[in-house]
């Protein structure tokens, strides 16, 4: 299992360790390839795991166009990696988050070639098809210009947080991979998003590649599922957001949205659990309204108490004004009952669908959220009508998140490409 981040990140790391527990369970080994970092979880392989390699912060030119190099292709990364092979020797390589510090160098370890191992690639961004990995350029506007095969854009737009350095290091590292057919080397990509899916095809990859497989709900999410118990908070009624405080997740639209419509939802509040980039920022916002009093930032929270926020909430919210894959916010948020607003791009339209399981808006419009608030709260007043959709939520998690169900498909899947590999190769 390869992951740049051996921690508790956020939702790559997610998926990873669950997977990773889902594997042992069902009787397989698993052993981790991964970056070093003080907060890594405790691992068997850490001897293995890769210097940690950076790009940002004050360093010399030198020093910055080294560090640069090696996230495009990691000379240690390579050598680390075949020695794990050599001492574990894997039947499957699972790559999640390896673009920059691990970099996919590690795919061309003689190990792999000479054993015929497949590789699984599963897709958290959009990486594989745009430099910046979010589809949005320099200002945040939503970008389909690297499609075609063409990183320019990159640069000229300075879509890597604003700058032509950190961009024009990206488009090298996407031409690279392109030139040295790394991606040849992938036998299949998992989407979790039938959008994702779309766009890694229009992005020039082969259809046959592209598996959309959706997220999965761990086991005692599905547990909570199954009840049908109404927890919301009607004495004190709020809407939920949680989740990374930075730009694309339009954790500023939302703030606007709602301090425009306090006034006439005097009983409602905003509370936003997480932290980020954009912290402060939205803590002026909030300190300069005479509503702010009603938006409660209450920083990061981990595991039960971001599901104890989530099933007293009436309605959380996904704001995100980028092209979401299928965030797991929103299938946590369905699994405790709780409907959710979400804007109509990326995958969250596959989840929330107006009047079943939530509210849609338009991406990064504030109005157009504005109204969906309105509108969800108005429609959560009916309590009988509420309870419905949060039986919908619950069901959409029952039927198509199913964790026991995705880890046969996927155990299935390496099956199917570990036979495929070793017949091709004779």
Not at 128 to 142: A, I, K, N, T
Not at 232 to 245: A, K, M
């Given at each position: 299992?390869?992951?740049?981040?051996?921690?508790?990140?956020?939702?790559?790391?997610?998926?990873?360790?669950?997977?990773?527990?889902?594997?042992?369970?069902?009787?397989?080994?698993?052993?981790?390839?991964?970056?070093?970092?003080?907060?890594?979880?405790?691992?068997r392989?850490?001897?293995?795991?890769?210097?940690?390699?950076?790009?940002?912060?004050?360093?010399?030119?030198?020093?910055?166009?080294?560090?640069?190099?090696?996230?495009?292709?990691?000379?240690?990364?390579?050598?680390?990696?075949?020695?794990?092979?050599?001492?574990?020797?894997?039947?499957v390589?699972?790559?999640?988050?390896?673009?920059?510090?691990?970099?996919?160098?590690?795919?061309?370890?003689?190990?792999?070639?000479?054993?015929?191992?497949?590789?699984?690639?599963?897709?958290?961004?959009?990486?594989?098809?745009?430099?910046?990995?979010?589809?949005?350029?320099?200002?945040?506007?939503?970008?389909?210009?690297?499609?075609?095969?063409?990183?320019?854009?990159?640069?000229?737009?300075?879509?890597?947080?604003?700058?032509?350095?950190?961009?024009?290091?990206?488009?090298?590292?996407?031409?690279?991979?392109?030139?040295?057919?790394?991606?040849?080397?992938?036998?299949?990509?998992?989407?979790?998003?039938?959008?994702?899916?779309?766009?890694?095809?229009?992005g020039?990859?082969?259809?046959?590649?592209?598996?959309?497989?959706?997220?999965?709900?761990?086991?005692?999410?599905?547990?909570?599922?199954?009840?049908?118990?109404?927890?919301?908070?009607?004495?004190?009624?709020?809407?939920?957001?949680?989740?990374?405080?930075?730009r694309?997740?339009?954790?500023?639209?939302?703030?606007?949205?709602?301090?425009?419509?306090?006034?006439?939802?005097?009983?409602?509040?905003?509370?936003?659990?997480?932290?980020?980039p954009?912290?402060d920022?939205i803590?002026?916002?909030?300190?300069s309204?005479?509503?702010?009093?009603?938006?409660?930032l209450?920083?990061?929270l981990?595991?039960?108490?971001?599901?104890?926020?989530?099933?007293?909430?009436?309605?959380?919210?996904?704001?995100?004004?980028?092209?979401?894959?299928m965030?797991?916010?929103?299938?946590?948020?369905?699994?405790?009952?709780?409907?959710?607003?979400?804007?109509?791009?990326?995958?969250?339209?596959?989840?929330?669908?107006?009047?079943?399981?939530?509210?849609?808006?338009?991406?990064?419009?504030?109005?157009?959220?504005?109204?969906?608030?309105?509108?969800?709260?108005?429609?959560?007043?009916?309590?009988?009508?509420?309870?419905?959709?949060?039986?919908?939520?619950?069901?959409?998690?029952?039927?198509?998140?199913?964790?026991?169900?995705?880890?046969?498909?996927?155990?299935?899947?390496?099956?199917?490409?570990?036979?495929l590999?070793?017949?091709?190769?004779?």
């Amino acid at each position: 299992m390869v992951n740049k981040f051996h921690y508790l990140k956020g939702g790559s790391e997610t998926y990873c360790f669950a997977v990773s527990e889902g594997l042992e369970r069902m009787g397989h080994e698993v052993a981790w390839f991964s970056m070093e970092d003080a907060k890594n979880l405790p691992c068997r392989q850490s001897r293995y795991f890769v210097t940690a390699a950076e790009y940002n912060g004050k360093t010399s030119v030198v020093k910055k166009m080294r560090d640069g190099m090696v996230l495009i292709y990691n000379p240690e990364a390579k050598r680390k990696f075949q020695a794990l092979c050599e001492a574990f020797r894997p039947e499957v390589i699972h790559l999640n988050l390896t673009h920059r510090q691990l970099t996919f160098s590690i795919l061309d370890v003689p190990y792999l070639k000479e054993h015929a191992v497949p590789v699984v690639y599963t897709s958290h961004d959009y990486i594989l098809v745009c430099p910046s990995y979010l589809m949005l350029d320099g200002e945040g506007r939503v970008c389909d210009d690297c499609l075609s095969g063409g990183f320019g854009p990159c640069i000229r737009k300075r879509c890597v947080k604003g700058s032509r350095a950190k961009s024009a290091l990206a488009a090298l590292e996407a031409r690279f991979l392109r030139w040295h057919k790394s991606y040849d080397r992938i036998d299949r990509i998992i989407a979790p998003s039938a959008f994702m899916r779309d766009k890694l095809i229009e992005g020039g990859f082969d259809s046959d590649k592209v598996t959309f497989m959706q997220n999965f709900a761990k086991d005692e999410m599905l547990l909570r599922a199954k009840t049908d118990d109404d927890l919301t908070d009607r004495e004190s009624p709020y809407l939920l957001f949680f989740g990374r405080l930075s730009r694309e997740k339009g954790i500023d639209v939302l703030v606007q949205a709602f301090l425009r419509v306090a006034e006439q939802l005097p009983a409602w509040r905003l509370v936003i659990a997480g932290d980020g980039p954009e912290r402060d920022a939205i803590g002026e916002m909030i300190a300069s309204s005479p509503y702010g009093d009603r938006v409660e930032l209450v920083g990061h929270l981990a595991g039960l108490d971001v599901q104890e926020y989530a099933k007293k909430a009436t309605l959380t919210v996904a704001s995100s004004r980028c092209r979401e894959n299928m965030p797991y916010s929103v299938i946590e948020s369905f699994a405790v009952g709780t409907p959710a607003i979400g804007t109509m791009i990326g995958g969250i339209p596959e989840l929330v669908r107006e009047g079943e399981t939530g509210f849609d808006c338009d991406p990064d419009d504030v109005a157009s959220l504005s109204e969906a608030i309105v509108r969800g709260i108005d429609f959560c007043q009916d309590v009988e009508a509420y309870h419905l959709m949060q039986r919908n939520c619950r069901s959409y998690v029952l039927e198509h998140c199913d964790q026991r169900q995705y880890m046969d498909a996927l155990v299935t899947l390496y099956e199917e490409l570990i036979e495929l590999k070793r017949g091709t190769n004779g």
